[in-house]
Structure formats: C-alpha cells, structure tokens
C-alpha cells in the first residue's frame, strides 16, 4: 500500500494533486498564476473545495492567461459573480484581476514571475523532514518575506498562511512527510 502524507483524503481529485502536483517545483508562469489565484480563493475554505472547483476556474478564467484576466471589466467580474462553479466572492474575484495587473509588472521587471518568486528560497526547493503532520508549520519567515514583498507590489489575498500554502503547492518547499513516497530522500 502507497504511503501518503495524512491529510490526503481517499477523494481521487485529492489522491491526484497530492501524488502528481503538490510540492513539485514549477517554473511555468501561467501555472504559477494559476495556484496564485487558486490559493487566495481558498482563504477561509477547504483545499478540497478548491480543487473540486479548478475545472470550472481554468473555464471561467480564461485558462489563468494572466494578459487576459488582467483587462477584466464590471461586467466580467458581474458574470463571474453568477458563476456557480467558483467561489463567488467580489473580494477575492477583484483581487483575481489586480493579482493578474501586479503579475505582469513583475514578468515586466524580472523577465519572468518564476524568476522573481523563486527567490524567496535562493531558487531552490527547501525539503524538509516532517515526521508528524502536526509537526508542518502554517507559515516561516520565507512565506512572511514574500508576503510582505508581494503586499508592496500590491497583491491581494497574500498573507503568510497563502503564501506558505503556495510555497508547498508550487514546489518551493518540500513538507511531504517522511513516511509519504513523495518526500523522497
């Protein structure tokens, strides 16, 4: 039987993201948008929540193609209000769209979001070695440091909790569990 970290439920969307996607590093702009908006819709709700939802957020989105939802107008977000498949919070979907505004100013200054956001952890994953669940924390100084930089450039939906959240779901950080067959070495 596959060892798993222990908040993996036996639901396959999360068996899926769990054994395919989470703590792999990614270096794709688009991809990184995506878990950018993805987190901050998931403030106060369940992961499990969001991902059941991702389909409907890729269509809804425009496939997170940042040019396009960062020329998002009142009568797209009004639509995006009626849209049953996300979460229909105006907070989190204006956010979306200046998220997407600050997104670009970064790719314009870096070359390249990847670049900019992987320096928070010198370019490279940070792996650590969780025995207990209990033992991951929620936030570190890396998280706080993007936070606070990301909050100057004037993104939303970023505190430390979704920071760290993004770090481990973009491959930043390492938090699978000793005993999960992701941790690796």
Known sequence: MIKRCKWVSEDPIYIEYHDKEWGVPVHDDRKLFEFLILEGAQAGLSWITILKKRENYREAFDNFDVQKVSKYDEEKINELLLNKGIVRNRRKIEAAI????????????????????????????????????????????????????????????????????????????????????????
């Open 98 to 185: 200046n998220n997407a505004k600050q997104f670009i100013k970064i790719q314009e200054e870096f070359g390249s979001f990847d670049k900019y956001i992987w320096q928070f952890v010198g370019y490279n994953t940070i792996k650590n070695k969780w025995v207990n669940l209990e033992d991951v924390p929620v936030t570190t100084d890396e998280a706080c440091n993007m936070s606070k930089d990301l909050k100057r450039r004037g993104f939303k939906f970023v505190g430390p909790t979704i920071c760290y959240s993004f770090m481990q779901a973009v491959g930043m950080v390492n938090d699978h569990t000793i005993d999960c067959f992701m941790h690796g070495d």
